[in-house]
């Protein structure tokens, strides 16, 4: 890896530090930096500015999910073992990924300002392995085909990004993949086909 790519990988990393433990509008770029061990200068050669950064994490952090998540699923048959899979892994992610968790979850997904970036387009194609899961049951006549697939995409992703919200704001004091199974058969008991 170059020292360049290396250089932005801590940037972005403190950066995600740092905005979990203040909201945007306190965090500065002089603290991200320091964290970094990088001159505030630095940051200017790898993002326009704060907002630039911010908007950054996701796209980062989005690829990191994306591969992994093929790897877990790489081998496993059947749209309903995936959805499975998946499930766990969303709340696995996240509890491992908490300080994130809170940039996109409680700063992000809230913002107006966050639809009309390139980070929320990118957002939006990142799910579509959860579309493709579901298309993929439907071909397998195992999940439901008189329901928009978005609105089936709605109540996977709905049901997971509201655990993570819940958890992150009572501060993760329990076991985010406890109920990982009682979650995936509830969510596949409203994905399966009649």
């Not at 950064?53 to 081998?75: A, V």
Request: net charge positive; charged share 30%.
């Amino acid at each position: 890896m170059s020292k360049k790519i290396i250089r932005r990988e801590s940037i972005i990393q403190a950066a995600i530090e740092v905005f979990s433990k203040k909201d945007f509008k306190s965090a500065s770029i002089s603290e991200i930096a320091e964290k970094a061990g990088v001159a505030d200068g630095t940051i200017y050669q790898y993002f326009r500015n704060k907002e630039d950064l911010f908007f950054s994490i996701p796209i980062e952090k989005t690829n990191e999910f994306r591969s992994q998540l093929e790897l877990h699923l790489e081998g496993i048959s059947g749209a309903l073992n995936k959805i499975r899979k998946f499930v766990w892994y969303f709340l696995y992610f996240f509890k491992t990924n908490p300080g994130y968790g809170r940039i996109l979850m409680l700063e992000m997904r809230v913002s107006r300002s966050f639809v009309k970036t390139e980070t929320y387009g990118f957002l939006k194609q990142s799910v579509g392995q959860v579309l493709d899961v579901i298309i993929e049951g439907q071909k397998e006549g195992v999940i439901r085909r008189d329901t928009d697939i978005y609105i089936l995409r709605h109540l996977v992703l709905g049901t997971l990004e509201h655990m993570v919200s819940r958890w992150l704001l009572k501060g993760g004091k329990y076991d985010l993949l406890e109920r990982h199974q009682e979650v995936s058969r509830i969510i596949i008991d409203g994905l399966k086909a009649a």
